[in-house]
């Protein structure tokens, strides 16, 4: 089993940015799988972004495209989502998720706590 912990949220205003941190603990992240989702107020949980275990494939929603980068770092069980050119928007609950199985989707494995990104006008 994995444990995910989400870093990084917080306020910011429209155009700025900021660097999730997800890390793991209990399993090697290499062996996950991993991706971002969000959940705005109101709102189902959305895809943002997906890594495979090595990085060698990586999938944006296009509504983040050019703006978030995904990568992860296996050696230090980080994954991260720097999210450039905010947006109000973009204000919603930040979820990391892992799946050993397949590619990261609404049913992946296992999921952090969340972390809040507001992004003000």
């Known amino acids: 089993q994995v444990q995910l912990v989400e870093f990084g949220g917080g306020l910011v205003q429209a155009g700025g940015s900021l660097r999730l941190s997800c890390t793991a603990s209990?399993?090697?992240?290499?062996?996950?799988?991993m991706g971002w989702f969000r959940q705005a107020p109101g709102k189902e949980r959305e895809f943002v972004a997906a890594i495979s275990r090595s990085g060698g494939a990586i999938y944006y929603a296009d509504s983040v495209k050019g703006r978030f980068t995904i990568s992860r770092d296996n050696v230090k069980n980080t994954v991260y989502l720097q999210m450039n050119s905010l947006k109000p928007d973009d204000t919603a609950v930040y979820y990391c998720?892992?799946?050993?199985?397949?590619?990261?989707?609404?049913?992946?494995?296992?999921w952090g706590q969340g972390t809040q990104v507001t992004v003000s006008s």
């Open positions: 998720a892992a799946d050993s199985r397949a590619e990261v989707n609404q049913y992946a494995e296992y």
């Open positions: 209990g399993r090697t992240l290499s062996r996950y799988n």
